[in-house]
């Protein structure tokens, strides 16, 4: 999968890709990250990438003309020619808020284009004729889309097949199955008096499974319930939650 990410920013990237499961990634030649410094494809001698807004006000705005050119010259489109059916996405606080949904959606893509804004944000024209969808990583403001994109590309790389060590990983972990994930314990057995719950320790495998799945109701019954109205449920499972319910178990 090819991710193009547009910035003013560039050198904000260089050691994300550099580390751990991205960096694998690429080697493996599951990920092709292009970075593109959206200056690059400003026309004036200065190389200008935003401007004042119309109307007053404070703070700066991302100009058109460095952005359209930016996305057709990356898409190898001439200027104003149509552009291949390549999500272009910007992020952007007012967008459909990230989920593991969404990237498994764009997970399916071959080729994703991300544009990260700055300032007070990009001009409107670009959102309305440039962009093809938009996304938020959550309710809150940040400076630019440079974390935002990390955010995505990291969600995004951990589903593709053959990325992670364990293929099981990503299928397990929350969101993925609707459910938040169940609890993890490793060695010691017992660590200053607080000890693994037996079960873990049994060897017996569907005795774990069973107690993975209860782990991972409880969790979501606690925490996020909301959650628990969106997956199907199995006659067990229901029972299970009855339970919880009727104890109101902590
Ligand atoms: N004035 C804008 C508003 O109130 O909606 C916020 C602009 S923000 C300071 C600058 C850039 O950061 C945005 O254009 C966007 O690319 C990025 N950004 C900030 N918060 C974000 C979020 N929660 N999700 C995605 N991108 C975000």
Redesign the pocket.
């Known amino acids: 999968m090819r991710f193009d990410i547009l910035t003013v920013f560039p050198n904000l990237f260089s050691s994300i890709f550099e580390e751990s499961i991205l960096k694998r990634a690429i080697e493996m030649g599951y990920l092709e990250v292009h970075i593109h410094n959206i200056r690059d494809y400003a026309t004036d001698k200065h190389h200008i990438t935003d401007d004042y807004p119309y109307g007053g006000g404070g703070g700066m705005v991302m100009k058109p003309e460095p952005l359209f050119r930016a996305v057709e010259g990356v898409l190898g489109v001439r200027e104003g020619g149509a552009l291949p059916p390549v999500p272009i996405i910007l992020?952007?606080?007012?967008?459909r808020t990230f989920t593991q949904a969404i990237a498994k959606e764009l997970s399916g893509y071959p080729r994703v284009l991300l544009i990260?804004?700055?300032?007070?944000?990009?001009d409107e024209r670009v959102r309305v004729h440039l962009a093809t969808d938009e996304?938020?990583?959550?309710d809150?403001?940040?400076?630019?889309?440079e974390l935002?994109a990390m955010v995505v590309v990291e969600a995004v790389v951990r589903l593709l097949p053959g990325v992670l060590g364990d293929p099981l990983g990503a299928r397990q972990d929350s969101f993925a199955m609707g459910l938040l994930e169940y609890p993890h314990y490793t060695r010691p057995a017992v660590y200053r008096g607080y000890a693994v719950p037996e079960v873990l320790l049994s060897g017996n495998h569907a005795e774990i499974a069973r107690w993975r799945r209860r782990e991972a109701l409880r969790r979501t019954w606690q925490r996020r319930p909301d959650l628990l109205a969106r997956i199907e449920l199995s006659e067990e499972d229901r029972l299970f939650l009855r339970e919880l319910e009727e104890k109101k178990a902590p």
């Open positions: 992020l952007c606080p007012q967008g990260c804004g700055r300032y007070e944000g990009v996304i938020s990583i959550g809150y403001v940040l400076s630019g889309g935002p």
